[in-house]
């Protein structure tokens, strides 16, 4: 078998059959493309500028600076930010509704501290 997917249990290492596994992933995928059916371009967007300015900005995102960078309007920000959080699916909004966790990111301290290779720390999600 070819790239056998192995279930650990107790001391045995115990090999999946391809086709139950495949299933599974692929049901999974159908799952995580109809959770994110509610984001637009523009969800995807004001998301991955958070994450990826999280670790240099090293503090809450302000959703003005989200719409200056992004060039839309402040109110659409701000949708589209209650509609990440109410989804519960990538980020969180401190008391001010700034971002402080954008999976899988924080500037919030967790147990958790990383690194990046540009230097940047930051804690995980």
Do not use: C
Not at 19 to 41: C, H, N, Q, T, Y
Not at 53 to 79: E, F, N, Y
């Amino acid at each position: 078998m070819a790239n056998p997917l192995l279930k650990g249990f107790w001391k045995l290492m115990i090999p999946i059959p391809g086709p139950l596994w495949e299933s599974r992933v692929a049901a999974a995928r159908k799952e995580i493309r109809s959770s994110l059916g509610f984001m637009s371009d523009d969800h995807h967007a004001v998301r991955n500028l958070v994450v990826r300015d999280l670790p240099s900005h090293g503090k809450p995102i302000p959703p003005d600076l989200i719409a200056q960078k992004l060039d839309l309007p402040l109110d659409r920000v701000q949708s589209i930010l209650d509609d990440l959080e109410q989804h519960m699916t990538f980020l969180f909004r401190n008391d001010a509704g700034h971002v402080a966790w954008a999976y899988p990111v924080t500037v919030d301290e967790t147990p958790h501290r990383i690194t990046f290779s540009s230097g940047e720390t930051l804690y995980a999600a």
